[in-house]
């Protein structure tokens, strides 16, 4: 149980372009999903934290006009990358968590952008 | 200063080894621990989590914690290739996980 799935595992793309990152709990309903950003040799940052129906609450330095979260259902929150730059590569990733246990979170695969 | 702190290690242990990993934290106030494995490419996979002070035990791996001392610690035992990854420690921090840097595991045939 607890499956996060994360889709696409890999997206290249020319600077200037948006790029969507879907998440999706596939067998459990997530109260709160988690956006996370990675960069080489670097722990896991997080962007930004999502409950369903409302809007996402973005960390510091992290421009919410840039990353959009969308998290319209239960089961889906997705992050789109606007007009992409070199710097925005990375690898993203998303948890999602449920019930009482909010603190547990269970990771999609990750999404590896390489903006060109 | 970092809020959650590891060895980057490499850490190298001979197959059939104990392998301890230790991380250490500033927020007093975090109640819950994890361990997550993260292999080279992939995304991190909750291994355990413990929130009281002592020791809890999940197959091979053994989670040990101390928060007086803000220290919780990771046993492998019987180490084997497959386990040689990036071991990645976190605290709940206000419903949000801090991660640790993480420590590098290589275990030696």
Redesign the interface.
């Known amino acids: 149980g607890a499956v996060v799935s994360q889709h696409p595992s890999r997206v290249i793309c020319k600077s200037g372009t948006s790029v969507k990152i879907e998440c999706r709990s596939l067998d459990f309903q997530a109260t709160t999903m988690f956006w996370y950003r990675q960069f080489p040799k670097q722990s896991l940052m997080l962007m930004a934290t999502s409950n369903e129906g409302s809007k996402a609450t973005y960390e510091q330095g992290v421009e919410k006009d840039k990353f959009l979260i969308n998290h319209a259902s239960l089961t889906l929150s997705t992050l789109t990358v606007t007009s992409a730059h070199p710097e925005d590569s990375s690898f993203y990733i998303c948890s999602a968590s449920f019930g009482t246990a909010k603190n547990i979170q269970y990771f999609g695969a990750g999404t590896r952008l390489s903006v060109l | 200063q970092k809020e959650v702190e590891q060895n980057s290690g490499p850490l190298s242990v001979p197959e059939g080894a104990i392998a301890s990993l230790n991380c250490t934290y500033s927020d007093r106030g975090s109640q819950?621990f994890?361990w997550?494995r993260q292999y080279s490419?992939?995304?991190?996979?909750?291994i355990m989590?413990i929130y009281s002070n002592g020791d809890k035990e999940d197959g091979r791996f053994t989670a040990q914690l101390n928060k007086a001392s803000q220290y919780v610690s990771l046993l492998i035992r019987d180490s084997q290739p497959s386990d040689s990854a990036t071991y990645?420690c976190a605290t709940?921090s206000w419903?949000?996980?801090q991660?640790?840097?993480?420590t590098q595991v290589v275990v030696t045939p």
């Open positions: 819950s994890f997550y490419g992939k995304s991190p996979e909750l989590f990645l709940d419903g949000k996980l991660f640790g840097a993480g």
